[in-house]
């Protein structure tokens, strides 16, 4: 995995959209995120990369950053130097006590079951660099990098 710092830090395009966090809009945000990433005619591989990313950073917002309450979600996407996305996916929820604990494959906090406790390696899975930042009743913010491989010019 990529550290971030092997990201160029210059910014060529930026986008940001503010969602309800309702499980309607996950798809309307793989949408529009993969639209603004399509700016750089990623392969089919890196979009559907892209696309589960987004979804289960979107997914954990809605099912646990706003499991008691309602609220946003954040997304901005930078077109970064060297063919790079960064992906920033933002809630103000209750917040992950532990990141570390939450990042570990097969961690739920669902008391019920139906999460596998996957979300954050099948995040990791599909991006080069993923940081997770959380503070109780603040919120959490995934951020995501993908390199995209260089392509032949037609």
Same mark, same amino acid.
């Given at each position: 995995?990529?550290?971030?710092?092997?990201?160029s830090? #210059? &910014?060529?395009?930026?986008? +940001?959209?503010?969602?309800? %966090?309702?499980?309607?809009?996950?798809?309307?945000?793989?949408a529009? &995120?993969?639209?603004?990433?399509? +700016?750089?005619?990623?392969g089919v591989t890196?979009l559907?990369?892209?696309?589960? %990313?987004?979804? #289960?950073? &979107?997914?954990?917002?809605?099912?646990?950053?706003?499991?008691?309450s309602?609220?946003y979600? &954040?997304?901005?996407?930078?077109?970064?130097?060297?063919?790079?996305?960064?992906?920033?996916?933002?809630?103000?929820?209750?917040?992950?006590?532990?990141?570390? +604990?939450?990042? +570990?494959?097969?961690?739920?906090?669902d008391a %019920?079951?139906?999460?596998?406790?996957?979300?954050?390696?099948?995040?990791?899975?599909?991006?080069?660099?993923?940081?997770?930042?959380?503070? #109780?009743?603040?919120?959490?913010?995934?951020?995501?990098?993908?390199?995209?491989?260089?392509?032949?010019?037609?």
């Amino acid at each position: 995995m990529r550290k971030r710092s092997q990201f160029s830090k #210059e &910014v060529l395009n930026k986008m +940001q959209v503010k969602l309800p %966090a309702l499980s309607v809009n996950e798809g309307t945000a793989r949408a529009v &995120v993969t639209a603004f990433v399509a +700016q750089l005619d990623p392969g089919v591989t890196e979009l559907a990369d892209i696309k589960c %990313a987004v979804s #289960e950073a &979107v997914t954990n917002c809605i099912v646990h950053g706003y499991r008691h309450s309602t609220g946003y979600i &954040v997304i901005t996407v930078s077109i970064l130097e060297g063919r790079a996305v960064k992906i920033e996916i933002r809630d103000r929820g209750c917040g992950i006590p532990d990141v570390r +604990q939450a990042r +570990q494959p097969l961690y739920t906090t669902d008391a %019920a079951g139906e999460r596998s406790g996957m979300g954050f390696t099948v995040m990791e899975s599909f991006t080069d660099c993923l940081r997770v930042t959380s503070k #109780e009743g603040a919120g959490t913010t995934v951020t995501m990098f993908k390199k995209l491989t260089d392509r032949d010019p037609l």
